[in-house]
């Protein structure tokens, strides 16, 4: 069975440019999180999605923002980049977002470097 | 609000030595607690989980058990090895919103 999977490995921006992430949950899984892991600031969320909606955001501003396609897949897009962006992008799916306290399946991330 | 707080590293030991690792955290309710490991340049994998109170996680030779008079769940090993070398996370979940609140991390080296 085919874990989480992200795409691209790694990305390379310059300030102001946009990024798009993507991540294919494990077949079945309807919830997919996303996390920020930056240098130092350990893991912070981002988004999570189910069943094609947004559910709930973390403290992030507007220009991080995503979606969910009907197939579960997602997308998470930063636009205006910053170079505090340049962060390990974690996405995670766990069969569905709403009572289940199982654990959280991880990809192995995207790499964003804003340069 | 849930928060997990652990122990930062770098924590350095030789090999063959005895790994503790503390975590303790904070939650209304009964949250499920795991420990997760990141290799260098790899995502995040599951080392271990405890859904209720004294649960035992276990793998790998890890363990760690949920205390809730404490609220601790302490990720120990009797004897760890070079390949052990990573960062480790401590995280809760509650259900839904948040997904896992995590730990800031722990870097362990392992020195041969």
């Known amino acids: 069975e085919a874990g989480v999977t992200q795409s691209p490995t790694h990305l390379i921006k310059t300030r102001g440019q946009q990024a798009t992430l993507r991540c294919s949950p494990i077949?079945?899984?309807?919830?997919v999180y996303w996390y920020q892991q930056a240098l130092g600031l350990g893991l912070q969320f981002l988004l999570w999605?189910?069943?094609?909606?947004?559910?709930n955001r973390g403290n992030f501003p507007p220009r991080f923002s995503g979606r969910q396609f009907p197939n579960y897949s997602s997308e998470l897009n930063v636009n205006a980049l910053e170079l505090e962006d340049s962060a390990l992008y974690l996405c995670?799916?766990?069969?569905?977002?709403?009572?289940?306290?199982?654990?959280?399946?991880f990809g192995e991330g995207s790499r964003l470097t804003v340069l | 609000g849930n928060s997990v707080t652990q122990m930062e590293g770098p924590v350095t030991l030789s090999e063959e030595a005895f790994l503790t690792i503390n975590c303790t955290y904070t939650?209304?309710?009964?949250?499920?607690l795991f420990w997760y490991v990141q290799y260098p340049g790899e995502g995040l994998q599951l080392l271990l989980k405890?859904?209720?109170?004294?649960d035992k996680g276990s793998n790998k030779g890890f363990e760690a058990t949920y205390r809730k008079e404490t609220t601790s769940f302490h990720l120990e090993k009797g004897s760890v090895q070079v390949s052990d070398s990573a960062v480790y996370f401590c995280?809760?979940?509650?259900?839904?919103?948040?997904?896992?609140?995590f730990g800031k991390g722990t870097h362990l080296i392992i020195q041969p």
């Open positions: 077949s079945g899984h309807t919830s």
């Open positions: 405890a859904t209720k109170a004294d």
């Open positions: 995670a799916s766990s069969l569905n977002g709403g009572l289940d306290t199982g654990e959280l399946f």
């Open positions: 939650a209304t309710g009964y949250p499920s």
């Open positions: 995280a809760l979940r509650r259900g839904g919103a948040d997904g896992l609140t």
């Open positions: 999605y189910d069943e094609g909606e947004e559910r």
